[in-house]
C-alpha cells in the first residue's frame, strides 16, 4: 500500500478511536489501515484506546494484529496500554487487553517504571486492581514513590 494512502488511514483511525468509534475503526482496519501504525508523536492506536477506556476498540485492534504489549511513546502518551487503563480504571479494557495476552506484570519504561497494578492501586481502581489481580499481577516494591 502507498505510504500516503497508509498514512491517510491511520490518520482517520487516530480520529475515529478519539470519537469512540468502533464501526469506523472496524472499517478502517479492513480497508487496510495499520493498527500498529504511530502518529507522528510515537503513540500507538491501541495505548490511545485504552487511555479512553474503548474496550470495543482496542479489542478490534487487537483481533487485527496490535500488540497488547507494545509501549507508546508519544508526549503524555508514553507506557502500556494496560498501564493507561489501569491507571484511569478502566477495567473492561483491562480485561480484554488481559484476555488478548497483556503481561499483567510488564512495567512501563522498559521495565523501569509501574506497572498496572500499581497505576490501579494509586488510583484507587478497586475493580481494576482485582482483575489485574486475578490475572495474576504482582505488586512489587518500588524504591520511588511516584512515576
Known amino acids: 500500500m502507498k505510504q500516503r494512502r497508509q498514512k491517510k488511514l491511520s490518520h482517520r ?3 475515529a478511536i478519539l470519537s469512540g468509534d468502533a464501526r469506523s475503526v472496524k472499517a478502517l482496519l479492513r480497508g487496510g489501515a495499520s493498527p500498529q501504525r504511530r502518529n507522528s508523536y510515537g503513540t500507538t492506536p491501541l495505548y490511545l ?3 479512553q477506556g474503548e474496550a470495543e476498540v482496542a479489542r478490534l485492534l487487537m483481533e487485527a494484529a496490535a500488540l497488547p504489549d507494545t509501549e507508546s511513546s508519544g508526549p503524555g502518551s508514553e ?3 494496560l498501564c493507561a487503563a489501569a491507571c484511569w480504571g478502566h477495567t473492561e479494557t483491562v480485561r480484554e487487553l488481559l484476555a ?22 494509586n488510583g484507587a481502581h478497586l475493580d481494576t486492581v482485582e482483575v489485574l489481580r486475578a490475572a495474576g499481577a504482582h505488586g512489587t516494591p518500588r524504591a520511588d514513590p511516584a512515576p
Do not use: C, N, Q
Open 49 to 51: 484506546a485504552s487511555v
Open 79 to 81: 507506557g502500556t496500554p
Open 13 to 15: 483511525l487516530f480520529e
Open 100 to 121: 488478548h495476552g497483556a503481561d499483567p506484570d510488564l512495567r512501563e519504561d522498559d521495565g523501569a517504571g509501574w506497572s498496572p497494578l500499581d497505576w490501579a492501586e
